[in-house]
């Protein structure tokens, strides 16, 4: 049929027009040695920089450490090793820090809504006071190692759903529209943070550790979102701080988990990277006229 067409001269010459190769007289699958002019290769391909996906992969490196303290400090205190008053102390150390650090980083704290938030959290605080009683008695009927495992979990599926992007954290001020992943990623830590709460004996010591739980699962992804904002050399060295703070609390708990970790650390922010960009070189895409037609429209008045 190809042959035919093409040897017949009163046929006018074919175009690509759409829905156009019956009323020319071709058929609908023909093609000519023009259609692969409009071919291109790998024009969406994103060009990867090693040192810039090693920069990123740091915000995942350092909120790892992050949870991994807290399970520190959650060891620990189960363990009768760290008290009340010293989780008392360390919770408002960790609130007086994390308001400094808005006041030096965010440009659009003003005095109104650090008062605004002052008293959020102060109601906050207050609340959280007043269901400890009920947090202590909330699992009395269910064994240890079932708590251990469940909390496990929940604190994987925080970790595999959180936004280390910063995506949906937005400024003081500014609209928040947080993802459904993001919530049950939040959701997830703070059932967790209530059932390590559980298991303590007091009012003082459920109410100082969920205070320090939720501290650190709700204002510490936005005061390290405003370092990075502020100056990604300081978000740098933080994160480099902070692991070694981890790394040798971790070191000083148990040998083979800080073995583990250390591991993890690695793979996340080195082997990762390298890892992205080797298959880069892999990655192949072909664009031409066989594809889906996207349809612009130019509305004018």
């Known amino acids: 049929m190809e042959s035919l067409v093409l040897e017949n001269p009163t046929r006018p010459k074919w175009k690509k027009v759409a829905y156009?190769?019956?009323?020319?007289?071709?058929?609908?699958n023909y093609t000519d040695e023009s259609f692969l002019e409009e071919m291109v290769m790998n024009a969406n391909v994103v060009?990867?920089?090693?040192?810039?996906?090693m920069r990123d992969a740091v915000s995942i490196s350092q909120y790892l450490c992050i949870v991994a303290l807290v399970?520190?400090?959650?060891?620990?205190?189960l363990e009768s090793i760290v008290d009340e008053t010293s989780l008392l102390f360390l919770d408002v150390g960790l609130l007086v820090l994390g308001f400094l650090v808005l006041l030096l980083t965010s440009q659009r704290l003003s005095l109104q809504v650090f008062f605004k938030y002052f008293l959020n959290i102060s109601f906050f605080i207050s609340g959280l006071y007043v269901l400890a009683p009920i947090y202590c008695t909330l699992t009395r009927?269910?064994?240890s190692d079932s708590i251990w495992a469940l909390t496990?979990?929940?604190l994987i599926v925080h970790l595999f759903l959180h936004d280390y992007s910063g995506s949906t954290i937005r400024p003081p001020g500014a609209l928040n529209n947080p993802t459904l992943t993001s919530n049950i990623s939040l959701n997830a830590s703070i059932v967790a943070s209530v059932l390590i709460a559980s298991r303590l004996p007091s009012r003082l010591h459920v109410f100082a550790i969920m205070l320090f739980s939720l501290q650190v699962f709700l204002f510490a992804p936005f005061v390290m979102y405003c370092i990075k904002k502020f100056s990604f050399k300081l978000h740098i060295v933080v994160s480099f701080i902070l692991t070694s703070i981890t790394l040798?609390?971790?070191f000083q708990l148990h040998l083979l988990l800080f073995v583990l970790f250390f591991g993890l650390l690695v793979f996340i922010t080195?082997?990762?990277p390298c890892w992205l960009i080797k298959m880069q070189e892999y990655k192949f895409e072909i664009n031409g006229p066989w594809d889906e037609a996207k349809l612009c429209f130019d509305i004018t008045e």
Not at 48 to 53: A, E, I
Not at 71 to 77: N, R
Request: glycine letters at 14%.
């Open 47 to 53: 060009k990867r920089d090693l040192s810039k996906v």
């Open 71 to 77: 399970g520190c400090v959650w060891t620990y205190t």
């Open 270 to 272: 080195v082997v990762c």
């Open 141 to 143: 009927s269910i064994s």
């Open 248 to 250: 040798g609390i971790i």
């Open 152 to 154: 496990v979990s929940l």
């Open 20 to 28: 156009g190769g019956m009323q020319l007289g071709y058929d609908d």
